[in-house]
């Protein structure tokens, strides 16, 4: 009886850390006033990567995505094909991005007999820029887009690459 009471308390703990953790990738606080920003353009809308400030912001990067939820072959990769363009924020220092494309998607052409469709965010190369928590990252993207995020951190090993000596 005991152990089962365990089992079902760590079952709770799992799915609250999870559910947290799920929770926190769909937040949509805005802690910076982004004002400073241009408004987004007709047919844009306007997206706000922000990340927590951290000891650690030199150590980080961030990967975005832009696409949106296709369904989509069994067996073949997708893209979607586009243009971002850098843009300098005038007198402030920041850079945003703009996203433009035509909504064509490139894939690979695999014949796929009796895979199920599935559901897949068809998107453009990822992008990757420096972490930085105290300010937001802002892009714009065609209305019927969306922006997805990864963080990635480094650790403190520093790796030497091998020399190859040419053989005389």
């Known amino acids: 009886m005991k152990i089962k009471f365990l089992q079902l308390v760590a079952v709770l703990f799992i799915g609250l850390g999870l559910s947290s953790n799920s929770a926190?990738?769909?937040e949509t606080i805005v802690k910076v006033n982004t004002d400073i920003f241009p408004a987004a353009e007709k047919g844009y809308k306007k997206m706000v990567i922000e990340v927590p400030h951290s000891a650690n912001d030199k150590k980080k990067k961030i990967e975005f995505s832009i696409g949106?939820?296709?369904?989509?072959?069994?067996c073949n990769s997708f893209g979607l094909q586009g243009t971002l363009e850098t843009k300098d924020l005038q007198g402030w220092g920041y850079n945003y991005y703009v996203f433009q494309t035509k909504g064509e998607i490139i894939s690979t052409q695999m014949a796929c007999p009796g895979l199920p469709k599935r559901n897949l965010f068809v998107s453009n190369q990822p992008t990757l820029v420096n972490y930085n928590g105290k300010m937001p990252?802002?892009?714009?993207?065609?209305?019927?887009?969306?922006?997805?995020?990864?963080?990635?951190?480094?650790?403190d090993e520093v790796y030497r690459a091998a020399e190859v000596m040419d053989k005389k």
């Open 68 to 74: 949106k939820m296709m369904e989509v072959d069994g």
């Open 137 to 155: 990252i802002v892009i714009y993207v065609p209305e019927e887009y969306d922006v997805q995020f990864k963080i990635f951190t480094a650790d």
């Open 24 to 26: 926190m990738a769909q």
